[in-house]
């Protein structure tokens, strides 16, 4: 049961750390993050690929946005 409130409380208060620190992640995407650093994942390289997703969506929108 203890687990349950656990997954339950920390990742609302990790959203709020992540407001506060303006990340742009959402609830799901900040569970994600968690969920992969639970198991593991180094959550630097985890960061990196963050940004490196964000720079190529905003290069794609870019692009769509000068062919229309």
């Known amino acids: 049961m203890l687990e349950w409130l656990h997954c339950r409380w920390v990742p609302s208060f990790l959203l709020e750390i992540s407001k506060i620190l ?14 992969l650093c639970e198991q593991g994942i180094n959550p630097e390289a985890l960061s990196s690929v963050i940004k490196e997703l964000r720079k190529a969506t905003e290069s794609l929108k870019a692009a769509e946005n000068m062919t229309s």
């Open 22 to 35: 303006n990340t742009g992640l959402d609830a799901d995407t900040l569970t994600i993050c968690v969920r």
